[in-house]
T-cell receptor, first 114, second 110 residues
Framework: NAGVTQTPKFQVLKTGQSMTLQCAQDMNHEYMSWYRQDPGMGLRLIHY???????DQGEVPNGYNVSRSTTEDFPLRLLSAAPSQTSVYFC?????????????FGSGTRLTVV | DQQVKQNSPSLSVQEGRISILNCDYT??????FLWYKKYPAEGPTFLISISSIKDKNEDGRFTVFLNKSAKHLSLHIVPSQPGDSAVYFCAASVDNDMRFGAGTRLTVKP
């Protein structure tokens, strides 16, 4: 039972490059989301999805795109990387509209943009 | 704007004593409040939650208290153990929009 799997674990990009952070879950969760963690700011919501084909913006969506073609996968795309996007990115999933059980998080992707 | 705030970046406690972690929020629409624990190089793991219609929830050594009038919640860990040393995030949720505080690093000394 893998839970939430994120790849890669580490990545260094040059300014202006694009890349996709992968996220997959095997728990049949409807809800999936992406957060970034920065020092002193906790986790901030980038984008989320309540089911296949449905996505919406969170607190800090600029510079990121998402899509949800299957229940299992929720990739995050950086269109043109900037140093301000240096962060640790976490993918999370849960059963929709049942916050009482909390989210299951992946182990994170540490991204550095130079 | 930060809707969930943890004003203490760190807390140090002796093993066996009580740890009290605090959290304040501004949005009265939040309907669930949660605590997560995070070890280095891992994702946060869910610890305990409380509905906005309750004022206390217990799970073993962990108890969460909610004071809606003050928009304040706290996590009590009794007794504290060295394995509890981690960063604790407070979170609040409405309609699957979950907001997190900046975290409190708890150190439990043997």
């Amino acid at each position: 039972n893998a839970g939430v799997t994120q790849t890669p674990k580490f990545q260094v990009l040059k300014t202006g490059q694009s890349m996709t952070l992968q996220c997959a879950q095997d728990m049949n969760h409807e809800y999936m989301s992406w957060y970034r963690q920065d020092p002193g700011m906790g986790l901030r919501l980038i984008h989320y999805s309540v089911g296949a084909g449905i996505t919406d913006q969170g607190e800090v969506p600029n510079g990121y795109n998402v899509s949800r073609s299957t229940t299992e996968d929720f990739p995050l795309r950086l269109l043109s990387a900037a140093p301000s996007q240096t962060s640790v990115y976490f993918c999370a999933s849960s059963y929709y509209r049942d916050s009482s059980y909390g989210y299951t998080f992946g182990s994170g992707t540490r991204l550095t943009v130079v | 704007d930060q809707q969930v705030k943890q004003n203490s970046p760190s807390l140090s406690v002796q093993e066996g004593r009580i740890s009290i972690l605090n959290c304040d929020y501004t949005n009265s629409m939040f309907d669930y409040f949660l605590w997560y624990k995070k070890y280095p190089a891992e994702g946060p793991t869910f610890l305990i939650s409380i509905s906005s219609i309750k004022d206390k929830n217990e799970d073993g050594r962990f108890t969460v208290f909610l004071n809606k009038s003050a928009k304040h919640l706290s996590l009590h860990i009794v007794p504290s153990q060295p394995g509890d040393s981690a960063v604790y995030f407070c979170a609040a949720s409405v309609d699957n929009d979950m907001r997190f505080g900046a975290g409190t690093r708890l150190t439990v000394k043997p």
